[in-house]
């Protein structure tokens, strides 16, 4: 059948869900951050800690007193030297295999805090490194986003390692996008 001119035609009707869902996923009208192509890469990392804090004067301790000291190291390795001799290596050899190693030091009386504020100061400044290292050889950038993204990934695995009892604790997180 034809329609006369200047008719409407009657709109589907609307469904709520596929509204609901368009908003929560995107539409695919939506302009994401385009990301560039960093060669992806693993963050290794080692957290150290001592059951006390020791006041030095030069490298000589002067006195020692309750509380923790915690020294953490993070480094960034590319996948491309990530050779099959270098997958034999235990992760704590990795880690100082990393270049452009990052270590931290905090102290304090509380141990989450302590681990925190170490994990947190050495991931972001390992990651700040590797990102001009980056930007400097091949021209593209690691998204804001993403290196956020990796410092609260980094922080949050090398203060759950740092927390539990021992000495030393080893920590990977890698970077695939």
């Known amino acids: 059948?034809?329609?006369?001119?200047?008719?409407?035609?009657?709109?589907?009707?609307?469904?709520?869900?596929?509204?609901?869902s368009a908003g929560l996923f995107g539409t695919g009208n939506d302009v994401a951050e385009e990301r560039d192509p960093i060669t992806p890469f693993t963050l290794y990392g080692t957290s150290f800690k001592k059951y006390l804090i020791e006041q030095l004067q030069g490298e000589k301790i002067i006195s020692r007193s309750k509380g923790f000291t915690v020294n953490a190291c993070v480094g960034a390795?590319?996948?491309?030297?990530e050779t099959p001799q270098f997958q034999?290596?235990?992760t704590g050899d990795k880690a100082l295999y990393a270049k452009n190693r990052v270590c931290r030091k905090s102290e304090g009386q509380d141990l989450k805090e302590t681990c925190r504020s170490a994990c947190e100061s050495a991931c972001t400044a390992s990651l700040e490194i590797y990102g001009q290292q980056?930007?400097?050889?091949?021209?593209f950038t690691l998204l804001a986003s993403d290196k956020?993204?990796?410092?609260?990934?980094?922080t949050r695995n090398?203060?759950?390692?740092?927390?539990?009892?021992?000495?030393?604790?080893?920590?990977?997180?890698?970077?695939?996008?």
């Not at 390795?77 to 030297?81: C, D, K, L, P, S």
């Open 1 to 20: 059948m034809c329609q006369a001119r200047g008719a409407t035609t009657p709109l589907a009707p609307r469904n709520p869900l596929a509204d609901l």
């Open 77 to 81: 390795v590319e996948v491309t030297q």
């Open 88 to 90: 034999g290596l235990p």
């Open 134 to 139: 980056v930007t400097q050889e091949s021209g």
């Open 148 to 154: 956020a993204r990796m410092a609260r990934s980094c």
């Open 158 to 177: 090398c203060s759950y390692e740092c927390g539990k009892p021992g000495k030393a604790f080893d920590f990977v997180i890698p970077y695939r996008r």
